[in-house]
């Protein structure tokens, strides 16, 4: 899977979010969930960058055989994709919607990175020479 196509739409995304919260959303909420809005977008630009640093991992993986590291390398990926939309996704939706209950989902999206970022480890452990 090739992780850089996702990382510009979510990269895009971002950059669109963030803007709205800066310009169109302090209108309309108080400054806690400006800064709950904030830590949303933050969090989703980390990782459209570790999504790219992943997919130049998997690149370097086939270059050089470390056929080991490319599962591992994958579920980073995917768990960074999965996190973004939870963690971040969550606090968009609970400044969005009022509904604080969806704040139950954000430790999910919090876990998915932290298994990204393990995965990421293992891969490069891997291809260490």
Same mark, same amino acid.
Do not use: C, E
């Given at each position: 899977?090739?992780?850089?196509?996702?990382?510009?739409?979510?990269?895009?995304?971002?950059?669109?979010?963030?803007?709205?919260?800066?310009?169109? &959303?302090? *209108?309309?909420?108080?400054?806690?969930?400006?800064?709950?809005?904030?830590?949303?977008?933050?969090?989703? $630009?980390?990782?459209? &960058?570790?999504?790219?640093?992943?997919?130049?991992? +998997?690149?370097?993986?086939?270059? &050089?055989?470390?056929?080991?590291?490319? !599962?591992? +390398?994958?579920?980073?990926?995917?768990?960074?994709?999965?996190?973004?939309? +939870?963690? /971040?996704? /969550?606090?968009? !939706?609970?400044?969005?919607?009022? $509904?604080? *209950?969806?704040?139950?989902?954000?430790?999910?999206?919090?876990? /998915? $990175?932290?298994?990204?970022?393990? !995965?990421?480890?293992?891969?490069?452990?891997?291809?260490?020479?």
């Amino acid at each position: 899977m090739r992780f850089t196509p996702w990382a510009a739409l979510l990269g895009f995304i971002g950059v669109a979010l963030g803007a709205f919260g800066a310009h169109a &959303l302090k *209108k309309h909420v108080d400054v806690n969930d400006l800064a709950v809005w904030a830590t949303a977008v933050k969090y989703q $630009f980390v990782h459209v &960058l570790a999504l790219i640093g992943v997919d130049t991992a +998997l690149w370097i993986a086939r270059d &050089l055989g470390h056929d080991g590291a490319k !599962a591992p +390398l994958g579920v980073a990926g995917v768990a960074f994709i999965v996190g973004i939309v +939870l963690f /971040s996704g /969550s606090l968009y !939706a609970l400044v969005g919607t009022g $509904f604080r *209950k969806l704040g139950m989902v954000t430790p999910l999206g919090g876990l /998915s $990175f932290l298994i990204g970022w393990a !995965a990421l480890g293992w891969a490069t452990w891997k291809m260490r020479a």
